[in-house]
């Protein structure tokens, strides 16, 4: 394996937690009580690695 640029780790890094799913509490706090939703629905960056690209 190559050797990988420190800032471009910390790119990487951002990346990968901008695209996780909000957590779960935020559903019945967006949506009210009893609403059955997806936390991904309102993540605010969607990104997969086939799908785009993070040009970092």
């Known amino acids: ?3 990988r640029y ?6 990487l890094g951002k990346k ?3 695209r996780r799913w909000a ?3 935020t559903v019945p706090k967006i949506y009210g009580k009893d609403r059955r ?3 991904g629905r309102h993540t605010a960056k ?5 799908r785009t690209k ?3």
């Open 46 to 50: 969607k990104r997969n690695w086939r």
């Open 37 to 39: 939703v997806h936390p």
């Open 6 to 11: 420190l800032a471009r780790k910390i790119r």
């Open 16 to 18: 990968l937690l901008q």
């Open 23 to 25: 957590p779960f509490w």
């Open 54 to 56: 993070t040009e970092v």
């Open 1 to 3: 394996m190559t050797n």
